[in-house]
């Protein structure tokens, strides 16, 4: 069985990596970022599209204000990408916002962040993938027609690419992740270039078509509400941002200086791409609709359920490039690609983050255990589950799960930042240099601005957003927060149980005596080894325990017991119903209900095979025994195996594999980096 699961394992992810070489796959800035920030990056490819949806309710009339969206969202990621620098300076170990609040704001908000960037992380692959479908859709029907199925492909697909290990997957996302940038420079520069100084008329498909404003003449209060459900749905572009304050670790040294550059970098790439889309879908004309069926009218007649409504970025690329051409099926594969890759920031966040929880004891201990890889497996695992269930239940439709979208992570912004003024303020209140004030006073301003800006985009988001589905993110997260908070009170429970005491106990008295008792249904050679291990313990008694299933086969087992003349007294517990465990059960019990200060101890034999289909041919009885034993106070259970021949072939099957094994069976506790040898110099 090890072999059927072990061999695609190793074709799948690869050989498994020694601990001490954790330090070769740490990442260098030009790896980095297309690793944490390709979810930035991309959501240029639908941000600016869901913000013209939106803006479409009230018709063409209202894309004017579009620009001055762009501008909002623009100081916002400026706003966040300077307020976490801070944060990747003063908190390096990779706990990002968690530990920033559960440091400064307490446990409670601690878990709450953490809450919110588990629903964002899954949410994050959720759309990203979505999205890149929809994309892929345009130029290959089938995609369209089987969405859920090929989302569900991809995730299959980046899951197996993340359990070979980051640096691995990085390398395999950097190269899609440069040329999608590198298209959307070009096709602003060429849109710049065609538009201000050749003069061209640049006309998007839907240049032509016009939009059924589903409230006209918009004013006040209800003017003021779309701008800023608009402005909300526009700071998707925002989502992942915080990865990179999660992912300090992962950075080649200066580790926080070289996080530091890439959220630099990466900001700047993202607002530069949001605005240049924003400007050519406003020269080029594009038009979107909520619901493109009904609204969106093309010589004044509805487009019909057939019509496939392509995403901005597609539209100004057919505009800048013209359709069919290089340079945009160029594009057009390569925002496909990048939005598929989008998810590898949760990919890297997500386990992280789970690690962490875990190692506090709010999540499974297994979250905090590296796979063969040195990736965090399980929480790469887990975090596939939850996308792929999200994908179903909203049918791959990037429109309906975006509404889900940015409450998590904006409650992460709000909470560390507000974290962060705490930390200067602790900080500034014993430091005594000048300078360093200056630096902590300046930060604390930076990260107090941060706090105020991004709590009053979570306010516009809850409102504008909870009834189209942001209210579904919240559940989420109070389901997160309630299931961590349960963990962790177990752990807790479990801990305090199993505390050693400091002086004398129950736990450390010894028994007045020890009753042995074999467990045996017909004499064999397992028997025969349980009973000479039996005789061995020296207990005070010692009898061997048959239930009476069927009366002929125990006339027979009595009859030989004699013949053979075993000093062992055989005991023959009746059981009218043919059971096997609840006797012998039963029986324990009394026994320790007579002597309740003395300890049972029970032997069971036990035949090892070597192949999984045998033990589909025995009953598994033993198993049974010991799993209902295991909840019987003073009872001790002790299994004597005896190895059968094709187990002893298994033995030497599992030697044959042992130099492409994992190195252990079980491993506890995170990779040890490796400390580098003294150089011949030195």
Same mark, same amino acid.
């Given at each position: ?28 800035? *030009? ?22 949806? /939106? ?14 969206? +762009?501008?909002? $969202? ?13 944060? %990747? ?47 892929? &859709? ?9 969405? $859920? ?43 710049? %270039?065609?538009? /201000? ?16 404003? !589903? ?24 989502? &992942? ?76 690329? =057919? ?13 057009? +594969? ?65 429109? *309906? ?29 014993? !430091? ?9 006073? *300046? ?6 601005? &941060? ?7 979570? /306010? ?7 009834? #189209? ?24 429970? $479990? ?9 004398? @106990? ?36 010692? =009898? ?17 017991? !004699? ?31 007579? @002597?309740?200060?003395?300890?049972? @101890? ?8 070597? #192949? ?35 187990? =002893? ?16 069976? %079980? ?16």
């Amino acid at each position: 069985m090890s072999k059927l699961t072990d061999v695609p394992k190793r074709i799948l992810i690869g050989r498994a990596l020694r601990s001490d070489r954790l330090g070769e796959t740490l990442l260098p800035k *030009r790896i980095a970022l297309p690793v944490f920030a390709s979810d930035p990056l991309s959501s240029v490819a639908y941000a600016p599209g869901e913000v013209l949806l /939106v803006l479409s309710i009230a018709g063409v009339s209202a894309y004017h204000f579009s620009p001055w969206i +762009a501008v909002a $969202v623009v100081v916002l990621m400026f706003t966040v990408v300077a307020s976490y620098r801070q944060n %990747v300076h003063a908190y390096p170990s990779g706990g990002g916002d968690y530990e920033v609040a559960t440091t400064n704001l307490g446990p409670k908000a601690g878990l709450t962040v953490a809450s919110a960037l588990l629903v964002d992380y899954v949410l994050t692959v959720a759309v990203s993938i979505s999205s890149g479908i929809e994309n892929l &859709g345009s130029a290959i029907p089938f995609v369209v027609e089987h969405k $859920v199925f090929c989302a569900a492909g991809v995730i299959v697909l980046l899951t197996l690419m993340n359990l070979r290990g980051v640096k691995e997957s990085g390398k395999l996302f950097a190269i899609p992740t440069y040329v999608f940038v590198g298209g959307v420079f070009i096709m602003i520069a060429w849109g710049i %270039v065609r538009g /201000v100084i050749l003069g061209d008329t640049m006309r998007a498909p839907t240049a032509d078509y016009h939009i059924k404003a !589903e409230h006209q003449g918009l004013a006040g209060f209800a003017l003021v509400f779309l701008l800023l459900r608009a402005f909300s749905s526009g700071c998707a572009a925002l989502t &992942g941002v915080e990865a990179i304050s999660n992912g300090v670790p992962a950075f080649r040294k200066p580790k926080s200086k070289n996080a530091a550059t890439t959220l630099a970098m990466m900001g700047l790439l993202a607002v530069t791409m949001f605005c240049g889309i924003i400007a050519l879908a406003m020269a080029t004309k594009v038009r979107m609709a909520e619901n493109p069926a009904s609204d969106l009218l093309h010589n004044g007649v509805p487009v019909g359920a057939d019509y496939v409504q392509n995403p901005v970025i597609s539209q100004v690329a =057919e505009a800048v490039f013209g359709k069919g051409s290089l340079l945009f099926i160029l594009l057009a +594969a390569a925002t496909a690609l990048v939005l598929f890759l989008a998810a590898n920031t949760a990919y890297n966040g997500f386990p992280l983050l789970g690690s962490i929880l875990a190692q506090d004891r709010y999540l499974p201990r297994q979250l905090h255990t590296r796979g063969d890889r040195l990736a965090f497996s399980n929480g790469i695992v887990l975090l596939a589950g939850a996308a792929m269930l999200l994908v179903f239940l909203y049918g791959a439709d990037s429109t *309906r799960l975006i509404q889900l979208y940015i409450v998590g992570v904006f409650v992460s912004f709000t909470l560390s930042q507000t974290g962060m003024v705490r930390h200067w303020n602790r900080h500034l209140a014993v !430091e005594k240099d000048p300078a360093k004030r200056r630096h902590m006073v *300046r930060s604390r301003a930076i990260n107090a601005f &941060g706090a105020f800006f991004t709590g009053l985009v979570l /306010v516009v988001v809850l409102v504008t957003k909870f009834t #189209h589905g942001a209210w579904v993110a919240l559940l989420g997260m109070c389901i997160f927060y309630a299931t961590m908070t349960a963990i962790r009170k177990h752990y807790d429970r $479990v801990a305090e149980e199993i505390a050693a005491p400091e002086g004398p @106990s129950d736990d450390m008295v010894r028994p007045s005596r020890v009753h042995s008792v074999v467990l045996i249904s017909k004499i064999h050679r397992p028997t025969l080894r349980a009973l000479a291990y039996a005789k061995l313990m020296r207990s005070d008694t010692l =009898e061997a325990l048959t239930v009476n299933v069927d009366p002929a086969e125990t006339k027979v087992l009595r009859d030989e017991w !004699e013949r053979r003349g075993i000093d062992v007294p055989l005991k023959v517990l009746d059981s009218p119903y043919r059971e096997v465990t609840r006797p012998v059960i039963e029986y324990v019990k009394s026994l320790r209900k007579e @002597s309740p200060r003395d300890a049972v @101890s029970v032997i069971i034999p036990e035949y090892v095979v070597g #192949h999984w289909y045998e033990h589909l041919l025995h009953n598994q009885s033993a198993l049974r025994l010991k799993g209902r034993l295991l909840f019987t106070p003073g009872v001790m259970v002790t299994s004597v195996p005896y190895q059968l021949a094709s187990s =002893e072939a298994a033995k030497v099957r599992a030697r044959k594999r042992q130099e492409w094994n994992a190195p252990g069976a %079980v491993r506890r506790g995170p990779a040890v980096e490796r400390p580098k040898e003294p150089s011949a110099k030195e």
